[in-house]
Protein backbone atom coordinates (compact mmCIF):
# COMPACT_ATOMS: atom_id res chain seq x y z
CA UNK A 1 0.00 0.00 0.00
CA UNK A 2 1.40 3.57 -0.81
CA UNK A 3 2.25 5.74 1.89
CA UNK A 4 2.50 9.39 2.08
CA UNK A 5 4.42 11.56 3.97
CA UNK A 6 3.84 15.22 4.21
CA UNK A 7 5.62 17.81 5.64
CA UNK A 8 6.74 21.91 5.18
CA UNK A 9 3.50 23.31 7.30
CA UNK A 10 3.88 25.82 9.83
CA UNK A 11 2.22 29.12 10.96
CA UNK A 12 2.65 32.11 8.50
CA UNK A 13 1.74 35.63 8.73
CA UNK A 14 0.39 36.66 5.68
CA UNK A 15 1.98 37.35 2.93
CA UNK A 16 4.67 34.61 3.69
CA UNK A 17 6.01 31.49 1.96
CA UNK A 18 6.02 28.22 2.77
CA UNK A 19 7.31 24.85 0.64
CA UNK A 20 5.31 21.67 1.15
CA UNK A 21 6.62 18.28 0.52
CA UNK A 22 5.28 15.06 0.16
CA UNK A 23 7.15 11.67 -0.25
CA UNK A 24 5.77 8.70 -1.43
CA UNK A 25 6.72 4.96 -0.84
CA UNK A 26 5.76 1.61 -2.25
CA UNK A 27 4.24 3.31 -5.29
CA UNK A 28 5.52 3.76 -8.70
CA UNK A 29 6.04 7.22 -8.72
CA UNK A 30 6.70 8.65 -12.19
CA UNK A 31 4.24 6.97 -14.22
CA UNK A 32 1.45 9.16 -12.49
CA UNK A 33 -0.40 12.20 -12.03
CA UNK A 34 0.17 13.20 -8.35
CA UNK A 35 -1.78 16.30 -6.86
CA UNK A 36 -1.80 18.76 -3.83
CA UNK A 37 -5.21 18.83 -1.28
CA UNK A 38 -6.51 20.91 1.42
CA UNK A 39 -8.74 20.41 3.51
CA UNK A 40 -10.19 23.48 5.67
CA UNK A 41 -11.92 22.98 9.14
CA UNK A 42 -16.05 22.28 8.59
CA UNK A 43 -15.46 21.96 4.49
CA UNK A 44 -14.58 19.04 2.25
CA UNK A 45 -11.27 18.14 0.93
CA UNK A 46 -10.46 20.32 -2.41
CA UNK A 47 -7.96 20.32 -5.01
CA UNK A 48 -5.55 22.72 -5.17
CA UNK A 49 -2.89 21.39 -7.81
CA UNK A 50 -1.85 18.91 -9.79
CA UNK A 51 0.73 17.74 -11.60
CA UNK A 52 1.11 15.08 -14.74
CA UNK A 53 3.74 12.36 -15.53
CA UNK A 54 4.93 14.63 -18.06
CA UNK A 55 4.81 17.69 -15.76
CA UNK A 56 1.95 19.55 -16.75
CA UNK A 57 0.16 21.20 -13.86
CA UNK A 58 -3.16 22.53 -13.22
CA UNK A 59 -4.33 25.01 -10.07
CA UNK A 60 -7.59 25.87 -8.63
CA UNK A 61 -8.37 29.56 -9.18
CA UNK A 62 -7.84 30.38 -5.92
CA UNK A 63 -4.17 29.79 -6.16
CA UNK A 64 -3.31 30.21 -9.40
CA UNK A 65 -0.50 33.25 -9.36
CA UNK A 66 0.97 32.00 -5.88
CA UNK A 67 1.43 28.41 -5.67
CA UNK A 68 3.92 26.31 -7.86
CA UNK A 69 3.49 22.39 -7.45
CA UNK A 70 6.76 20.29 -8.66
CA UNK A 71 8.19 17.12 -8.69
CA UNK A 72 11.65 15.28 -8.48
CA UNK A 73 10.97 11.72 -9.87
CA UNK A 74 14.00 10.40 -8.48
CA UNK A 75 13.23 11.17 -5.10
CA UNK A 76 9.49 10.17 -5.44
CA UNK A 77 8.55 13.65 -3.85
CA UNK A 78 6.56 15.90 -4.81
CA UNK A 79 6.25 19.95 -4.24
CA UNK A 80 4.26 22.71 -2.92
CA UNK A 81 5.67 26.34 -2.94
CA UNK A 82 3.19 29.11 -1.50
CA UNK A 83 3.73 32.57 -1.70
CA UNK A 84 2.08 35.40 -0.94
CA UNK A 85 -0.22 33.40 1.56
CA UNK A 86 -3.47 33.91 2.96
CA UNK A 87 -5.55 33.71 6.01
CA UNK A 88 -8.21 31.43 3.42
CA UNK A 89 -4.86 29.49 2.92
CA UNK A 90 -5.06 27.97 6.44
CA UNK A 91 -5.65 23.82 6.49
CA UNK A 92 -4.68 20.70 6.20
CA UNK A 93 -2.36 19.85 2.83
CA UNK A 94 -2.50 16.32 1.72
CA UNK A 95 -0.58 14.61 -1.56
CA UNK A 96 -1.93 12.20 -3.49
CA UNK A 97 -2.41 10.38 -6.62
CA UNK A 98 -4.78 12.10 -8.78
CA UNK A 99 -8.11 10.17 -8.70
CA UNK A 100 -6.56 8.14 -5.31
CA UNK A 101 -9.63 7.26 -3.52
CA UNK A 102 -7.29 5.81 -0.10
CA UNK A 103 -4.08 6.27 0.94
CA UNK A 104 -4.14 9.43 2.84
CA UNK A 105 -1.38 10.45 5.08
CA UNK A 106 -1.19 12.59 7.67
CA UNK A 107 -1.45 15.79 5.96
CA UNK A 108 0.74 19.08 6.86
CA UNK A 109 -1.04 21.67 8.52
CA UNK A 110 -0.71 25.32 7.01
CA UNK A 111 -1.72 28.31 8.93
CA UNK A 112 -1.78 31.64 8.21
CA UNK A 113 -2.57 34.35 10.68
CA UNK A 114 -0.57 37.47 11.74
Known amino acids: QVQLVESGGGLVQPGGSLRLSCVAS????????WAWYRQAPGKPRELVAL???????NYADSVKGRFTISRDNTKNTVYLQMNSLEPEDTAVYYC????????WGQGTQVTVSS
Open 51 to 57: ITSGGHT
Open 96 to 103: NKVGALGG
Open 26 to 33: RVIFSTDA
